[in-house]
């Protein structure tokens, strides 16, 4: 089945950029997703990707994505201590309606 | 315009018991979906509805159902309560499923089994 994957951890100095990895297996993903989730909370989308493109820009954050590789990464630049949280990368397509999640990257930020 | 809302926000049941979680969607939004979050399995589709029908189910046992009303609004149930249960359910909003414009989510809804 479909899958998606993450590493567990990353931890910044305050002002730095953050890169958030992910990698997914499904060929017939249609939009990639990044959502933040902050204790005790649901989940906040941050931005998406249409698979047909290749790179996003959303103000302090970046999206990249390398199909061939099934590759998507998540930039966040001058990070904050706000930013720390749990970041979710996820895909879906048209036809499965519904999101596959990775397990998250715990953002930690350093003062 | 208000976001997805998710009632009770809290919940705890005894193993055997039934529960039924509620989710408001956004204005105009068609299509709910639910998901579990557990710290073993992270976050699993539950089901997704859209205009009453379930049009999708992920992999749980039939002790999950749900089902959507004619404002869209749509309430999950879960049947004879097990530990394992235990959980954050959340519940997305879209406009048609598609995942053009995203999913929004609620606050969930954190169910303890005891």
Request: charge should be neutral.
């Amino acid at each position: 089945g479909e899958d998606v994957e993450q590493s567990l951890f990353l931890s910044v100095r305050e002002g730095d950029s953050s890169v958030i990895n992910c990698t997914y297996t499904d060929s017939s993903s249609t939009y990639l997703y990044w959502y933040k989730q902050e204790p005790g909370a649901g989940l906040q989308l941050l931005t998406y990707i249409f698979s047909n493109m290749d790179m996003k820009q959303d103000q302090r954050l970046t999206v990249l994505l390398n199909k061939k590789d099934k590759h998507l990464s998540l930039r966040i630049a001058d990070t904050q201590t706000g930013d720390s949280a749990i970041y979710f990368c996820a895909d879906s397509d048209t036809g499965r309606r519904a999101l596959t999640f990775g397990s998250g990257t715990r953002l930690q930020v350093q003062p | 315009k208000a976001g997805v809302t998710q009632t009770p926000r809290y919940l705890i049941k005894t193993r055997g018991q039934q529960v039924t979680l509620s989710c408001s969607p956004i204005s105009g939004h068609r299509s709910v979906s639910w998901y579990q979050q557990t710290p073993g399995q992270g976050l699993q589709f539950l089901f997704e509805y859209f205009s009453e029908t379930q049009r999708n189910k992920g992999n749980f046992p039939g002790r999950f159902s749900g089902r959507q009303f004619s404002n869209s609004r749509s309430e999950m149930n879960v049947s004879t309560l097990e530990l394992g249960d235990s959980a954050l359910y959340l519940c997305a909003s879209s406009l048609d499923g598609q995942g053009a414009a995203g999913y929004t989510f609620g606050s969930g809804t954190r169910l303890t089994v005891v």
